[in-house]
């Protein structure tokens, strides 16, 4: 078994919906960013729940089964959810309720991660290693983490909890505290909803482009979403590389106010919303000016298709 001792931090108050009957995923594919209505049982998907503006109120995980789908999500409490899908439910074949106390998360972090829980569940079966594949083991749920985070959750019952953390004790891992946590999370370039996300950003600004199918047929959001990604978001969700102290507060580059730090860690990290006008490598002042930091991507992202707008067709078509 791996000597390298892996990590565990229990997702707390997280919501947990089922989504059960056969237009499960069709139901949560008209509502949800990304394309979730072709995936198979065992397999996940990263998607976003949206105000008609586009504006992201929860970043949600959806795990296809057999029976339909399981979704927890991060942004929106578990009743604000459970009405919103419950509402809209009208003539579809699906049945929704709430699982959030049914189901604890225990997150598993580290390189060798998932081979090791493995080996200490002594599982027959192999653990699929793409983002958000789910195999289930009796009465818990293994789900393979995405970038940039390394590792997988284990859905559990409160009645199994303490026989997995027991496995996980003899797999070396050793429990995180919240602010732990959050210094892991920061470093490795995770946003959080409550920390990062709650001030009602686009996907763009955002940087979770990869959770949106941009293809994809109507849903709720996806005009304002269009519109955004034919033009140019004027601030993006970054990574920050402190040269100094890690602090809090408002971002300035070349003199002028660029965005605000929204989490930082011990290690000399932080993610904030930086304008975009502010070039990946550069370094920005916090605060007073006495903490400095390099702008990078978030680790995990991606730029989605770029359209042009009808500015950049005039400008080509005169430039022919």
């Known amino acids: 078994m791996n000597e390298q001792p892996l990590v565990v931090y229990e997702l ?3 919501p947990k919906l089922s989504f059960t009957g056969p237009q499960a995923l069709w139901f949560l594919n008209q509502l949800l960013s990304n394309q979730v209505e072709d995936l198979n049982p065992g397999q996940g998907a990263e998607a976003l729940l949206l105000t008609p503006k586009g504006r992201i109120t929860s970043v949600f995980r959806v795990l296809a089964t057999a029976q339909g789908a399981l979704a ?4 929106a409490g578990r009743q604000t959810l459970l009405d919103f899908f419950s509402m809209r439910v009208f003539a579809t074949k699906v049945k929704v309720g709430d699982v959030t106390e049914d189901f604890t998360i225990l997150r598993v972090l580290g390189p ?3 081979v090791t829980v493995a080996q200490g569940l002594e599982l027959t079966e192999p653990v699929a290693t793409e983002p958000h594949s789910n195999l289930s083991v009796g009465s818990a749920i293994l789900v393979t983490l995405a970038p940039p985070l390394e590792g997988l959750d284990i859905w559990v019952t409160p009645q199994r909890k303490a026989d997995v953390e027991e496995v996980l004790q003899r797999c070396n891992a050793q429990k995180l505290d919240r602010h732990e946590y959050q210094a892991m999370r920061v470093q490795a370039g995770a946003p959080a909803f409550d920390d990062d996300l709650a001030g009602g950003f686009l996907p763009q600004e955002a940087a979770l482009e990869r959770a ?3 293809k994809k047929g109507c849903y709720l959001g996806q005009e304002a979403v269009a519109m955004a990604q034919r033009g140019r978001v004027k ?4 990574h920050l ?3 100094g102290a890690p602090a809090l507060g408002e971002i300035s580059f070349e003199g002028r106010p660029a965005g605000t730090v929204t989490s930082i860690s011990g290690g000399g990290f932080g993610i904030g919303m930086v304008h975009t006008a502010v070039p990946l490598q550069a ?3 916090v605060g007073d000016g006495v903490a400095g930091a390099v702008v990078s991507e978030l680790p995990g992202s991606i730029q989605g298709p770029s359209v042009p707008s009808a500015r950049e067709l005039r400008e080509r078509l005169q430039g022919t």
Do not use: N
């Open 283 to 285: 370094e920005v002042t």
């Open 241 to 243: 590389k402190f040269t």
């Open 12 to 14: 707390e108050q997280r």
């Open 235 to 238: 601030k993006r969700l970054r």
């Open 212 to 214: 949106v199918h941009f």
């Open 72 to 75: 927890d999500a991060d942004g």
């Open 112 to 114: 060798d991660a998932v």
